[in-house]
């Protein structure tokens, strides 16, 4: 079978429409923040992956309370869906296994 790679354009698509895309694409994300940065809810290192220090409070707070309540408010989805727009660039690397977290965590 053929490796597909996504375009930054479907992601920004799919993002468009699909709240449960928004919500797996914030976590995915997450999952790139360093532990320290995770439980204090901010972006220190400075490794080019994982949130923004300007948008790491809200959306780890975001991804807490979606892996808690399995769902996000309508306000919340609106700032939700925003801020994974402007990680397309890193969702894109992480949906077609340009880096995967364990790759990741041994580079450093």
Not at 41 to 51: A, D, L, T
Not at 53 to 60: L, N, R, S
Not at 72 to 85: D, E, G, H, S
Request: charged share 30%.
């Amino acid at each position: 079978m053929a490796k597909v790679d996504w375009t930054r354009e479907e992601l920004k698509a799919m993002l468009l429409k699909s709240d449960h895309a928004v919500c797996r694409a914030l976590v995915a994300i997450w999952n790139f923040q360093e532990l320290d940065e995770k439980g204090m809810g901010q972006s220190h290192h400075q490794n080019k992956v994982g949130f923004s220090g300007v948008d790491a409070e809200i959306c780890t707070n975001l991804v807490d309370f979606y892996q808690k309540a399995g769902f996000l408010t309508p306000k919340q989805m609106i700032i939700a869906r925003k801020k994974a727009l402007k990680y397309t660039r890193q969702l894109q690397k992480i949906a077609n296994k340009e880096y995967e977290t364990a790759d990741f965590i041994r580079a450093l």
